[in-house]
């Protein structure tokens, strides 16, 4: 019989059982130990019985004193402190009672080993905050509210819920010390920042603050020293996912994918055409990493292609907003103003929207009765106003003059410019009189006013704020963000804004409820999404940052010439960023946008749009041949046709989420027209004339059903979207458990660039489980009645950058910042699109499956090559389409330059203008045509100045020859064709074929004769 050297020898003398040999505790034993020492509900039902069989513990007895009590000494010697709140023997007694249990238990835990230990951490993981997910907690809890707004909020979830746990533990029992609970809690953190994917790299420092700030407030009375716990608490939070943040670098930032695909992103950085590649190659990790989570960028980053995600950016989180409520809304407005016109309403479209922004400004009720009118300003803040409005309260943006009560009527104004520039007299007299009020106001709350040396002294300084309010209402003020956040700068109403009554501006404010609303969406949506992002709108933390990088870069720089190469990277990173910031903001050059110079900029725009813009409806077919790219034929033919004409309740959910989300407004706002037409904010300020030209514009664009065909593709891509996305998540789900292992990397890389990460992945999971269905292959995500508003956003973010880059509309960072300039604009209007499909389509097919860009190349230049035909015979030159079936290199190369795919090398075309050899004349060359005299048949119509220099040099060398010819009398050929391009519409098939084969030819006759 071996000996056992790890058992102790009885004592000889010893009868009966050793204490080595007593029986270990049993399991419900250790089960109940463990809900009482580690479980909320637990110890608190522990404490409970413990006084009610103890009797009354709440009267006090003069008679008793705990410190002369020989039964409770014991316990007094090891913690004085227990008998502070004892004031009877029955109090005395059920806290004998609580500390022996406690201390039973903890002997039965240790004594039952690894037992012990799994029950211990089960009563702890059944816990009431551990039972409550990320988002329930954020929701239903005051403590971490702010933490848990992050996506990545596991790690702080389940810090936040140990907190709240160890509070309670510790109001409910005698022997928990201080170092169990900081083990606990930074242990959780620890475990909930791994699961979390490191929350700390998706949360800014302003950010980390408000979580200390709240948690402090929130545990104030419930720990002995709360700003203790929460500067723990947080400070294993940020360690937790610092690991994270850190290791990100310039190559897990770069581009990813085929090295044909960086060659062609580091050619067009290079060439300086699109500041978006130029940052996100930027030397400084830190520029890339915020121009990930800042913009719509399509190209997929090195750790993308590893299935790792930034998530959402914030260009793409404000459109569910700026479009889909907006075009919620207006659907809905529109048939509210049918019922009207049904009961007896006589007024026009645009009177009723007048009505219902005045209501808006009357608690949503129309002072003239009529409940149609009501009902449309109740609709604009449920819809519109109030979500955003609440965001913007969380968040504290609201300025601190601005009542919760006022906030939705000041947030929503939309000052009328011409106006105020045309009565400025009469403002500036209301504008002093509510400053002088507001300074009289401040000296009857005793609040600290400086000595002004005279009355005129005090004039001047209400002057001076009158001056800065009208120049920013009216856009001559220099400033980079929305205007009702602008506040006095100095004296006794520093920090204060023009919260005026409505009453008594409302002359000067639009009374356009629709442009109210968009203009509204656009801004306050850019400020919450940039601070939820990145802790401030104005990104100062994260400019900061970058500036510390590149201190850093130049220090270790070796030779003069690197570290200039950093000046001017840092230079260039800086300007980009802040641009982009300002367009997602609306507020990129707002000074030079109230100029005369720019209001005529927008007119010719406009008006180029009018005249010539109706042509591109058949040159969009080519749009199909990009889905085909993305998704592939067999998915195209399979998902996207039946779910287009498909009757069953998923297919329907899928459509109206579609166009909830955003993704299908285009026949309700007109972006993608807007955006291809360079109009970058079709909600801007304009006259009369500017607003007029804009209407005109829309009537127009629905002659060619060119909405209607947007909006078809982009329900395409939708249903294509979310089928993948979730069918990915399907094959990733077991047991509820998501694992991206699961699916294949193309498939997780997919994700990854859309920002929905492994995390995140589950979150969508979830809801689709309890809200969507899945019939006949169509996934319906339902994400109205999703109740976790964070996974929802997020979807609807991936789901419209999948759009935009697939049916393009480009964002803010395609299109160098030269373009955006009056000139820029005038010289490269329709120019900008090529630039956009650059890279959403080239590089980024390049990145992904370049298979699949070889079989859309080959569908769209078969489409593009049928267009040049039908361009040349829709005018009349028949000569030309035959040269393109006689000349197989011109006519394909003819389709390639339709196709948009490599639009980059087709727009250096117009060098053949100027007789230097493009993209046509190689493929000539390669195909061997005889007939080498074609030229693209974008331009053939198109002289030299109007190639090179676009169609507003075109429109004022026309508006130049009518003016000579009218002044002298006589018209000749030139005149006439000058005047036929100003037709509005001219460039419709069926109009422009009548004006080429019946007006034309009588007119030229008529003046040469």
């Not at 004193?65 to 029955?90: C, H, S, W």
Request: hydrophobic residues 40%; glycine residues 8%; without cysteine.
């Amino acid at each position: 019989m071996p000996f056992l050297f790890d058992r102790p020898i009885d004592d000889a003398g010893t009868i009966g059982v050793s204490e080595f040999d007593k029986p270990d505790p049993t399991f419900l034993e250790t089960l109940f130990a463990a809900y009482r020492n580690g479980n909320m509900v637990g110890s608190t039902f522990t404490r409970v019985r413990n006084n009610m069989a103890a009797g009354d513990v709440v009267t006090p007895d003069p008679d008793y004193n705990v410190y002369q009590d020989p039964e409770m000494k014991p316990y007094l010697d090891e913690d004085p402190t227990i008998g502070e709140d004892i004031f009877n023997r029955a109090a005395a007694s059920a806290r004998r009672a609580q500390i022996d249990q406690e201390k039973r238990d903890q002997q039965t835990l240790a004594a039952s080993g690894w037992t012990g230990k799994g029950l211990s951490m089960l009563a702890g993981f059944t816990d009431l905050p551990t039972l409550l997910p990320g988002g329930s907690l954020v929701r239903s809890g005051r403590v971490g509210y702010s933490v848990l707004r992050s996506a990545a909020a596991k790690g702080v979830a389940d810090g936040v819920g140990t907190a709240l746990q160890e509070a309670v533990l510790h109001a409910t029992q005698e022997t928990r010390t201080g170092r169990e609970s900081a083990v606990n809690i930074g242990g959780s953190v620890i475990l909930g920042g791994l699961l979390g994917a490191g929350a700390s790299r998706l949360l800014s420092h302003g950010e980390w603050s408000r979580v200390s700030k709240q948690l402090e407030a929130d545990l104030a009375d419930d720990v002995p020293n709360p700003a203790a716990v929460s500067e723990t608490i947080v400070k294993r939070m940020q360690s937790a996912g610092a690991a994270a943040t850190d290791d990100l670098d310039l190559s897990d930032l770069g581009i990813g994918g085929s090295r044909t695909a960086e060659v062609v992103a580091r050619a067009t950085a290079a060439a300086r055409i699109n500041p978006g590649i130029q940052t996100m190659l930027s030397l400084s990790a830190k520029v890339r990493e915020i121009y990930r989570r800042l913009v719509d960028n399509p190209i997929d980053t090195t750790m993308n292609m590893e299935g790792r995600s930034l998530g959402a950016d914030v260009e793409n989180s404000v459109k569910l907003y700026e479009r889909g409520a907006v075009a919620d809304w207006r659907v809905g407005a529109k048939k509210l103003y049918r019922d009207a016109r049904k009961t007896g309403y006589l007024g026009t479209w645009g009177e009723f929207l007048e009505a219902a922004a005045k209501a808006g400004r009357r608690n949503d009720i129309d002072p003239n009765g009529n409940e149609f009118v009501t009902r449309i300003a109740q609709e604009a803040r449920a819809k519109v106003v109030d979500p955003l409005l609440a965001r913007a309260k969380e968040l504290e943006l609201l300025p601190r003059d601005v009542k919760t009560t006022t906030a939705a009527s000041y947030v929503t104004r939309l000052w009328n410019r011409p106006r105020l520039i045309g009565e400025e007299t009469r403002f500036r007299e209301i504008s002093r009189r509510y400053f002088n009020r507001m300074m009289d106001q401040a000296v009857v709350r005793q609040e600290e006013i400086p000595e002004f040396l005279s009355t005129s002294d005090r004039a001047d300084y209400v002057e001076e704020i009158v001056s800065a309010v009208f120049n920013n209402l009216t856009g001559r003020g220099v400033t980079d963000v929305p205007e009702w956040l602008v506040p006095v700068k100095r004296g006794p109403l520093k920090e204060r804004v023009f919260n005026i009554a409505d009453e008594e501006v409302e002359d000067f404010l639009e009374n356009d409820m629709e442009r109210i609303l968009r203009r509204y969406a656009r801004t306050m949506a850019a400020e919450v999404e940039l601070t939820q992002k990145f802790g401030r709108a104005d990104m100062k933390e994260q400019f900061d940052e970058i500036i510390r990088e590149y201190d850093g870069l130049r220090k270790a720089a070796t030779t003069p010439e690197e570290r200039q190469k950093l000046v001017d990277a840092e230079k260039r990173d800086m300007t980009n960023i802040q641009a982009f910031r300002d367009m997602i903001r609306g507020t990129y050059r707002a000074a030079e946008e109230g100029s005369a110079w720019s209001a005529i900029t927008r007119a010719a725009l406009t008006w180029n749009r009018v005249r010539l813009m109706e042509g591109v409806a058949m040159p969009s077919l080519v749009d199909a041949a990009n889905v085909v790219g993305k998704f592939g034929m067999q998915a195209f033919m399979s998902d996207a046709l039946p779910a287009l004409v498909s009757g069953t309740k998923a297919a329907r959910i899928a459509r109206q989420d579609a166009r909830e989300l955003g993704l299908v407004t285009e026949r309700v706002l007109q972006a993608r027209l807007a955006s291809l037409a360079d109009l970058q904010d079709p909600y801007r300020y304009g006259s009369r004339y500017e607003k007029f030209l804009s209407n005109a514009s829309n009537l127009f664009s629905k002659a060619t059903a060119l909405s209607l065909w947007n909006d078809t593709m982009r329900t395409v891509v939708s249903v294509m979207s979310q089928n993948r996305l979730l069918q990915n998540i399907e094959k990733a789900t077991t047991g509820g458990a998501l694992d991206f292992n699961r699916i294949d990397k193309a498939g997780a890389a997919y994700m990854a660039m859309l920002g929905i990460d492994e995390h995140m992945a589950q979150r969508i999971g979830d809801q689709f489980r309890r809200h969507g269905l899945q019939e006949e292959g169509i996934y319906g995500a339902n994400a109205s009645r999703w109740d976790d508003e964070v996974a929802r956003r997020v979807w609807a973010a991936a789901l419209n950058k999948d759009a935009d880059r697939t049916i393009i509309i480009k964002g803010v960072a395609d299109n160098p910042l030269w373009m955006k300039s009056n000139l820029g604009k005038l010289v490269f209007q329709f120019k900008s699109f090529a630039l956009a499909s650059h890279q959403r389509i080239l590089i980024a097919g390049l990145q992904e499956r370049p298979h699949r860009l070889a079989e859309a190349m080959v569908f769209a230049t078969g489409i593009g090559m049928m267009i040049s035909y039908l361009k040349h015979a829709e005018r009349g030159d028949f000569d030309e389409a035959d040269r393109l079936m006689s000349n197989p290199g011109l006519w394909i190369a003819n389709g390639l330059d339709r196709s948009g795919i490599l639009a980059i090398p087709f727009e250096i075309s117009t060098v053949e203008k100027l007789g230097g050899k493009g993209g046509v004349s190689a493929a000539q060359a390669i195909a061997g045509d005889k007939d080498r005299g074609g030229s693209s048949s974008r331009y053939a119509s198109r002289g030299l100045r109007r190639a090179v220099g676009g169609p507003s040099v075109g429109l004022f060398e026309d508006l130049h020859t009518l003016a000579l010819q009218a002044s002298g009398g006589d018209f000749n050929k030139a005149g006439t064709n000058a005047l036929l391009q100003q037709i509005p519409g001219d460039t419709l098939p069926e109009v422009r074929s009548a004006i080429h084969f019946g007006i034309k030819p009588a007119l030229v006759d008529a003046v040469e004769n």
